[in-house]
């Protein structure tokens, strides 16, 4: 599964969204039409058969007379019917758009088309649908996490945004008809906008248009009619804004009882200054505290550009108070109070900083957050005494400080790590830190992060089980990928290793077969040859090269491409023969391909599980008929029970397997005996609140579909079962969710179907993925009854270091059919 970003990032993905109904769109209700830069022409077909051009693009264009500095926007884009896994593609711009002038962005080039485009001003590489689709103006270049009409509506981010095809994310009554391979959607001549992309964009030939062609629009000299002679009154002067305390605008909740008002006066001392970005701004907090524990004393001011501030700066600050819930208020995340369309002040520099709060086993409660019976958290009173997330949220943005601490979430591609304050709470074997079960979010996680751009300064590399020593300081913000909040560290301690090692599983007997489970996370064959050569490394010398071995997400030949190829034999060519390469076997495959776009995942990327095997040591028994839309079934009984195809799909058409992938069940035999083997990857957590919702209970709201999932392929494997009381099965793959879920309880038959191997192990051992610092169960294998004497092992080669190939580790078992 994948799981991502937020605004405070300089680069990012989005998290868990829930889908609106499709009908929903985006009306003018999300921004008044633009009145300068706006979206002219949108062409995905660049590159198609039958297309001129060989790019796509995306033509800006000014509909005012003043110029645009684009230096702080990025253009996105959206496939036409997300999922819950989709993710916006964000290219940068620079430089500025002139009154009246055009603004060219060229985006990926496919392999048809005979004519360039003009000189891009701006060069991204999104593959964008010929058809259907939706591209963002935005401010700021972390990608969007809005994945519906109504997120998008409420992103005041978007400056300007175009729907077209039959795209659910739309301006109006409807997306821009009429896009295809040779036609782009484009508005007229005087760039009308009324926020109806429907009414505003029609479909014609591409006419792509850079910074350097005659400006199209509106003209730049002011009209010879002057303006109406202004009135005689005054305007009544507005009234000022209340002088306010931080404390005052914090308040004694998670929101402000200011929210919405304009204050003047918020004094303090600047404590961090985070100058990269789509948040930029900085953090300020008022040495002279209240006597309420539960009123934060600092504040983030978000100024939207480079702040001029310097930490150590006494400044005084008027603005609005904002309640922001990165990545949208329908994610359920928590909100940061902040200050936004500041006036700043200083007063003196070179000031001390408030002592920071130390962070520790001590001050930190057990108890992660209070619950709202599913409701609402964000009105209750704050019990910091009581909560951790109840302390973070008194704290935010005050400074804080954490001493020798360890490392429970490898350093990321983010320049993030996790670390806890609480070393004996669950800890692993190998230095993490457990989840054990819905009431135990390990309250001591907490997030580290640079205020100094990776760019400037490298952030530490550090793997779980490593500690970060010595002092790590600075604001305390608020992340929603981080599970509960982050350090904006103004400094860092440094890494001290804890000797973690890749693991290598145990030489199997000659009579044991080995099979095994890998999510080698949307392997294509553009990957970098780095990426094969490392899991062909891991399946042979770390996994002793399994009999037969299960894999999660191989993409289709072309990757997240989506132009209907859904093969996948080149990505497989590619991985057996770093394989063989690595001194491993010629492994042969079996896979089914799916329905064009029907199986979730990256979008246009297909992924599928597949089976690998070495033809030298079992047998694959091809049973021929099974295909993308036909379901499997089981046939005679006894030693004669079978598979009707193999391999051959479960149950595809069922409810239960809608945008998600189908199970892949194959027939195999070893030493004569048959071992029924069936590769999973259940639906994704995307949609679900997190840990740290404002609604507690969090809301799961994916694993209705996964419990179905569990109970069809339960029903499944007890059919063969029924046949065959003495059927070798194996049940694997990427379950995406925990031991204890109701999902596994519901495949297992509460351990009377299937036996979950993970719950065999070592409490301390219990896990295959790190997330959020957490160490956690998402893959699994189960087998059937009757095999009673099973190895099982999971090898962490990945989950717990900085430097993976995948962000799961791979499981093995070795048994006797």
């Not at 009579?511 to 891991?538: C, H, I, M, R």
């Amino acid at each position: 599964m994948s799981r991502a970003r937020k605004r405070v990032l300089p680069i990012g993905i989005a998290g868990a969204v829930v889908l609106a109904a499709a009908g929903l769109s985006v009306n003018a209700a999300m921004a008044s039409p633009s009145a300068d830069a706006l979206i002219a022409e949108v062409y995905g077909g660049g590159g198609n058969s039958g297309a001129t051009y060989t790019n796509d693009f995306i033509e800006l264009a000014n509909a005012g007379a003043a110029p645009v500095d684009l230096g702080g926007y990025s253009v996105q884009y959206l496939p036409g019917a997300p999922s819950g896994t989709s993710k916006w593609q964000a290219t940068a711009l620079t430089g500025s758009l002139a009154g009246g002038s055009r603004y060219l962005v060229q985006e990926a080039a496919g392999t048809g088309g005979t004519t360039a485009l003009p000189t891009p001003d701006a060069t991204g590489a999104i593959n964008m649908s010929g058809t259907t689709g939706t591209v963002a103006l935005v401010s700021g270049s972390d990608p969007l996490t809005c994945l519906n009409a109504a997120d998008c509506l409420a992103d005041s981010r978007i400056k300007d945004l175009v729907g077209f095809g039959t795209a659910l994310v739309h301006e109006g009554s409807g997306p821009a008809a009429g896009a295809s391979n040779t036609a782009s959607v484009s508005r007229n001549a005087a760039l009308t906008d009324t926020d109806d992309n429907a009414a505003d964009l029609t479909a014609g030939v591409p006419t792509p248009q850079n910074s350097g062609d005659a400006p199209t629009g509106p003209p730049t000299t002011p009209p010879s009619t002057p303006p109406t002679t202004p009135p005689t009154t005054p305007p009544t002067t507005p009234p000022t804004a209340p002088v306010a305390k931080i404390h005052d605008i914090q308040g004694d909740t998670r929101v402000s009882p200011l929210a919405g008002k304009a204050i003047s006066g918020a004094t303090g001392i600047v404590t961090g200054v985070r100058a990269y970005g789509s948040s930029q701004g900085f953090w300020v907090q008022d040495p002279n505290a209240d006597t309420d524990p539960r009123t934060s004393e600092g504040i983030f001011v978000f100024t939207s550009s480079t702040p001029t501030v310097a930490v150590g700066d006494s400044v005084s600050v008027d603005g609005t108070v904002s309640e922001y819930y990165p990545g949208g208020a329908t994610t359920g995340v928590q909100s940061t109070t902040e200050l936004t369309k500041p006036k700043v002040t200083v007063i003196s520099s070179g000031n001390a900083l408030p002592a920071p709060v130390v962070l520790d086993k001590n001050s930190v409660p057990d108890a992660f957050v209070p619950s709202a019976g599913g409701g609402t958290i964000e009105n209750l009173p704050l019990r910091p005494a009581d909560y951790a997330l109840d302390l973070y949220a008194s704290l935010e943005g005050m400074n804080v400080r954490i001493g020798d601490s360890r490392v429970v979430g490898a350093t990321d591609t983010y320049g993030e790590l996790w670390v806890t304050v609480k070393p004996d709470e669950n800890p692993t074997k190998r230095g993490g830190t457990l989840y054990t079960g819905y009431d135990d979010p390990n309250s001591g996680r907490l997030m580290v992060q640079s205020l100094i751009p990776t760019a400037t300064e490298a952030f530490p590399v550090a793997n779980v089980g490593d500690t970060l020593k010595g002092s790590t300081s600075g604001p305390l913000d608020y992340n929603q990928f981080a599970g509960t909040y982050s350090i904006a560290a103004r400094t860092i301690g440094t890494v001290k290793s804890g000797g973690i090692k890749p693991e290598v599983t145990d030489k199997a007997s000659s009579d044991q077969a080995t099979v095994a489970t890998y999510n080698v996370e949307n392997l294509a064959p553009a990957n970098p040859q780095s990426k094969f050569d490392a899991l062909a490394q891991g399946l042979v010398k770390n996994l002793r090269s399994p009999d037969i071995v299960a894999l999660e997400e191989i993409q289709d030949n072309n990757g997240a491409t989506d132009d209907g190829t859904v093969a996948a034999d080149q990505t497989l060519q590619k991985l057996t023969d770093a394989i063989v390469a690595a001194g491993g076997p010629r492994y042969s495959w079996r896979e089914i391909d799916p329905v064009n776009d029907k199986d979730g995942g990256q979008p246009g990327g297909n992924i599928r599980q597949a089976f690998l095997f070495n033809p030298l040591r079992v047998g694959f028994t091809d049973r021929p008929g099974g295909d993308s839309t036909t379901a499997v079934g089981v046939t005679g009984t006894g030693s004669k029970t079978a598979l009707t195809f193999s391999p051959g799909r479960i149950a595809p058409s069922d409810p239960a397997w809608s945008d998600s992938r189908k199970p892949l069940a194959g027939e195999f035999t070893f030493r004569g005996k048959t071992l029924f083997v069936i590769a999973n990857h259940f639906i994704s957590k995307g949609g679900d609140q997190a840990i740290d919702s404002r609604f507690q209970p969090p809301v799961r709201s994916s694993e209705s579909q996964r419990v179905r999932q569990a109970i069809v392929e339960h029903d499944f494997v007890q059919q063969l079962e029924q046949a065959d009381p003495h059927a070798d099965v194996v049940v694997l793959g990427d379950l995406n969710d925990y031991q204890f879920s109701p999902a596994a309880t519901s495949l297992t038959g509460d351990g009377q179907v299937l036996t979950d191997l993970v719950n065999t192990l070592p409490a301390k051992e219990r896990y295959s993925y790190v997330f959020e610092g957490n160490s956690q169960v998402l893959d699994h294998i189960l087998v059937s009854p009757n095999l009673k004497h099973v190895d099982y092992d999971v090898v962490h080669i990945n989950s717990e270091f900085a430097n993976q190939t995948s962000d799961h580790d791979p499981q093995v078992i070795r048994v006797k059919p």
